[in-house]
C-alpha cells in the first residue's frame, strides 16, 4: 500500500482571486445574455453543498463497505522519484473500528491492516510489517497515524464517520461545477450520470464527480494549484458495495512464514542522523 | 553548541528584530508568541543556528540558517519550526520552502506554532506553503487550518532503496542488507518502506 494521502486542501491565494475573477466575469455575462433574461423558468443549479452532504451520509450510514480505486499521482507530488505513480487499491470497511485496504503499484504492494486493537503495515513485496498498538475508532485511527507516524491509509477521508465534516475541514468552498457523464471503464460498463463539484480549499482544488442517482463518489481529482506545473491526484472509484460481507479476520494481519517485522518509525523520531540516533 | 556569551547576542538581536516588526498596535498580531517561538527557536537550533539580519531596497530583511531560522521584515514576523525551522519574510519577499519545517510570515501576518513542530503561516499576500509533514497556515484573520500530511520527506541517513549486490545479515540486532561495507536496516517510515544507512 502505498501512503495515499487523499489531499489536503491548502490556502486559496492567486488562484482564488483569478478563480473568483473568472467566476464574476462568468455571472455577468450570463446575467447580460438575453436568453437568460428571457427565460424566467430556467432553473436554478443544484446545490453543491447539498449534493456533497448527501454523498457523505451515505458513506456515513454504511456500516460495512468495499471499494475500488485507481489512483495516479503526478511524480512531482512524490518525495524522490520522478515517474507518476500509478496505482490500484481496495478498501473494505466495517465500523466503527475496523479497515483492511491494499494497494499495489509499480513499486509493489502496501497493505494497512485496523481491527480495533493494533494497525498493520505490510510491505508485501519485501515481505516487511510493522504492527503498532491502535485501540481507536476510524476516525482515531487516521488521525493517530498521521499524528504520529506522519501518513494516512489510502483514501482514509472516504472511510471516517463524517465525511461532510472531512471535506469541509479541507475545503473552504464548494461549487456546483455542471453535470457529467463517468464510466468505470470496463467495456460492458453503463455510464453514471453524476454531478460535478469544485471544492476549493488552501493550494487545491478538487473535482468530485458525484453519481445522481446513488449519490456514491466516483471521481475526485486534485489539482494543487500552488506548486510548479499544477500536478495532479486522480482517483476514479468502482465497485461500490455498501453491504460487503466481511469477517472479523480480514481486518487482522497474521504474518506469513518469512515475514520480517521491522520498525515502523514514529516521525518525532526522524530528525537528525539515524545513525548517530541509534547509537546513543 | 554555540557558548553562551554568542547565544545571549543572538537571542538579545533577535529579540531586537522582533519588537521592531510588531508594533504593538497592530491588532492581530501576537509578539509575545513570536518572542517565545524565536527564543525556544535559538535553544533548538544548535551548532548551525545563526541569526542574520540583511538589508534589502533600504529595509531590513531576513536570513535564514541551515538549520535554524532568523527573520526580520518591515512588517513581518518570524517564527521557527522545531526541527530547525526556515525563516522568513517581510514584506514582499516570498515565502521560504523547507525540507522539514517551514515559517513564513507575510506582511502583516502572523507566525503560527503547529502542534507537532511550529510550521507555519502567513496572511497578507504571500501563497501558503506546504511542509512536507504538516502545515498550519494562518489566514488574514489568523485562521488556522492544519492540514495531513501528504508525501513525507526523507530525512538525512534514510534510502529509498538498497544497492544492487547485497547479502542479507543479521548486524546490530536487526536483519539488514549489506553492501558496499554499508548496512542498510529497514523501516517503515511515513508509510514507506526506506533504508537506515549504517557505517559500521
Given at each position: ?11 486559496l ?22 436568453m ?10 443544484p ?11 451515505k ?6 463497505f ?7 499521482i503526478?511524480?512531482a507530488l512524490?518525495v ?7 496505482a490500484?487499491?481496495e478498501v473494505?470497511?466495517q465500523?466503527p ?6 494497494g499495489k ?11 480495533g ?6 510491505d ?20 493517530k497515524i498521521?499524528?504520529?507516524y506522519?501518513f ?5 477521508e ?15 468552498t464548494v461549487?456546483y461545477l455542471?453535470p457529467g457523464?463517468?464510466?468505470e ?9 453524476c454531478?460535478?463539484?469544485?471544492l476549493?480549499?488552501h ?11 446513488d449519490q ?6 486534485a489539482?494543487?494549484i ?19 460481507q ?17 520498525p515502523?518509525k ?10 548517530k540516533?541509534d547509537?546513543? | 553548541m554555540l ?7 543572538k537571542?538579545?538581536q ?6 521592531n ?6 491588532p492581530?498580531?501576537k509578539?509575545g ?8 527557536a535559538l535553544?533548538?537550533?544548535?551548532s548551525?543556528s ?5 538589508y534589502?531596497?533600504?529595509k ?5 540558517g ?6 526580520a ?19 514582499y519577499?516570498?515565502p521560504?520552502?523547507s525540507s ?21 503561516v ?26 495531513r ?7 538525512y ?12 545479515v543479521?548486524y ?9 561495507g554499508?548496512?542498510?536496516?529497514p ?14
Open positions: 500500500m502505498k501512503h495515499t494521502h487523499t489531499p489536503a486542501f491548502a490556502a491565494r492567486r488562484g482564488k482571486q483569478n478563480l473568483l475573477a473568472a467566476l464574476g466575469l462568468a455571472l455577468l455575462a450570463a446575467g447580460s445574455s438575453p437568460r433574461a428571457a427565460d424566467p423558468t430556467a432553473a436554478a443549479p446545490n453543491a453543498d447539498k449534493i456533497l452532504r448527501a454523498a457523505s451520509a458513506l456515513a450510514a454504511a456500516r460495512q468495499s471499494f475500488k480505486a485507481h489512483r495516479e503526478d511524480a512524490l524522490g522519484r520522478d515517474v507518476a505513480e500509478d490500484e487499491v473494505t470497511v465500523r473500528n475496523k479497515v483492511f485496504a491494499v503499484s509499480q513499486l509493489g504492494e502496501r497493505q494497512a491492516y485496523a481491527d486493537k493494533t494497525f498493520s503495515l505490510v508485501a513485496g519485501m515481505n516487511f510489517y510493522a504492527t503498532v498498538p491502535m485501540r481507536t475508532s476510524l476516525d482515531g485511527l487516521v488521525d498521521d499524528e504520529k506522519g494516512t491509509p489510502p483514501l482514509a472516504f472511510v471516517l464517520s463524517n465525511p461532510y465534516k472531512e471535506f469541509h475541514r479541507q475545503a473552504r461549487t455542471g457523464s463517468y464510466s471503464g470496463s467495456p460492458n460498463s453503463e455510464s453514471v450520470d454531478h460535478r463539484l469544485l476549493s480549499g493550494g487545491v482544488e478538487a473535482e468530485v464527480w458525484v453519481g445522481v442517482n456514491l463518489i466516483r471521481k475526485l481529482v489539482t494543487f500552488d506548486r510548479p506545473g499544477n500536478p495532479q491526484i486522480r482517483i476514479e472509484f468502482a465497485d461500490w458495495n455498501l453491504a460487503a466481511v469477517t472479523d479476520g480480514e481486518f487482522t494481519y497474521v504474518p506469513p512464514p518469512g515475514a520480517v517485522q521491522i515502523m514514529p516521525t518525532a523520531e526522524m530528525a537528525g542522523d539515524p545513525a540516533r547509537a546513543k | 557558548e553562551l556569551g554568542q547565544f545571549i547576542h537571542h538579545i533577535l529579540m531586537k528584530l522582533f519588537a516588526s510588531f508594533p504593538s498596535s497592530r492581530g498580531t509578539p508568541l513570536l518572542l517565545f517561538i524565536a527564543a525556544v535553544l533548538l537550533g544548535g548551525q545563526y541569526a542574520a539580519r540583511g534589502y531596497g533600504g531590513t530583511v531576513a536570513a535564514a541551515p538549520n535554524g531560522a532568523v527573520v521584515g518591515p512588517n513581518g514576523a518570524a517564527a521557527v519550526g522545531r526541527n530547525g525551522g526556515v525563516a522568513v519574510a517581510g514584506s519577499r516570498p521560504v520552502y522539514t519545517k517551514v515559517v513564513v510570515a507575510g506582511p502583516n501576518g502572523v507566525a503560527v506554532a503547529g502542534p507537532n513542530g511550529a510550521v507555519a502567513t496572511g497578507g499576500y504571500h501563497p501558503p506553503v506546504y511542509s512536507s509533514t504538516k502545515v498550519v497556515v494562518a489566514g488574514p484573520n489568523a485562521a488556522v487550518v492544519v492540514q500530511s501528504y508525501a513525507p520527506c526523507y530525512p541517513g534514510y534510502v529509498r532503496v538498497v544497492p544492487t549486490g547485497y547479502t542479507t543479521y546490530g540486532g536487526y536483519n539488514c542488507y549489506f553492501v558496499g554499508v548496512y542498510y536496516r523501516e517503515f517510515y511515513g508509510g514507506s518502506t526506506v533504508y537506515v544507512v549504517v557505517k559500521p
